[in-house]
């Protein structure tokens, strides 16, 4: 079968990519969901030649697909084992949705922008993603399917959100970007019956989580 320029150069970044997975990510299951999931089907036409980088890539509305290794990060730091619940705060492309998805039981995303709830939606749809996909409420999180053995935030936060550590079950994590504009911790919060123990998980940069435990739309 005839291979383009185009097509060998995304295969040698893909091959690149999940090297330096292999590097950094000690959850077996982790890299292979990467291996799985076709990224260039989550980025802008335009940007497929770039979706295999290390990089995160803009998606429309001020807002965008995450580096590859910042999404296995945060997904290995959920540790889920295949029978989970799990909560996404900021679909965004739908990217991590879906590797989400290979790794847990039910996953729940939700997003406030339409024009990047919709394309996401569609897309993990027509690729066979199962993951319900949802316009956010007033309250923070989806407290109609809670409680969840896991949640991940893809925004930063200004502190850690209460809230959604009330939807967690006992022993359930929390992942989350606190800090300020521009520079956060990515913490993993564990519930422990009426307590939680926090982890530094290092350093990292999203775009601010808007509302309740966030930043204002301005």
């Known amino acids: 079968m005839f291979r383009s320029g185009g097509d060998e150069r995304r295969d040698r970044a893909r091959a690149d990519m999940l090297a330096l997975l292999g590097r950094e990510i000690a ?12 990224r260039e089907e989550f980025v802008p036409l335009e940007l497929r030649p770039y979706a295999y980088e290390d990089r995160a890539l803009p998606i429309g509305e001020e807002q965008t697909i995450s580096q590859p290794l910042m999404v ?11 029978n989970e619940r799990v909560l996404e705060i900021g679909t965004g492309s739908g ?3 879906a590797i989400l998805s290979l790794l847990a039981a039910e996953v729940f995303s939700v997003e406030r922008i339409a024009s990047l709830r ?10 066979g ?15 109609q399917a809670a409680p969840y053995d896991a949640i991940v935030v893809t925004a930063a936060a200004s502190e850690i959100p209460l809230r959604l550590l009330q939807q967690l079950t006992a022993r359930g994590r929390l992942v989350v970007p606190v800090g300020q504009r521009g520079r956060q911790k990515l913490l993993r919060v564990t519930r422990y019956g009426g307590g939680t123990t926090t982890e530094d998980l290092g350093d990292c940069a999203f775009v601010p989580l808007v509302g309740e435990s966030g930043f204002d739309s301005g």
């Open 95 to 97: 990217y991590q949705a």
């Open 27 to 38: 959850d077996s299951r982790v890299i292979a969901a990467f291996a799985q999931v076709p």
């Open 118 to 127: 919709e394309p996401a939606a569609a897309t993990l749809s027509r690729l």
């Open 72 to 82: 296995a990060l945060m997904t290995q730091a959920l540790k889920l084992e295949g």
């Open 129 to 143: 993603y199962r993951v319900s996909v949802n316009e956010p409420s007033a309250t923070l999180g989806w407290p």
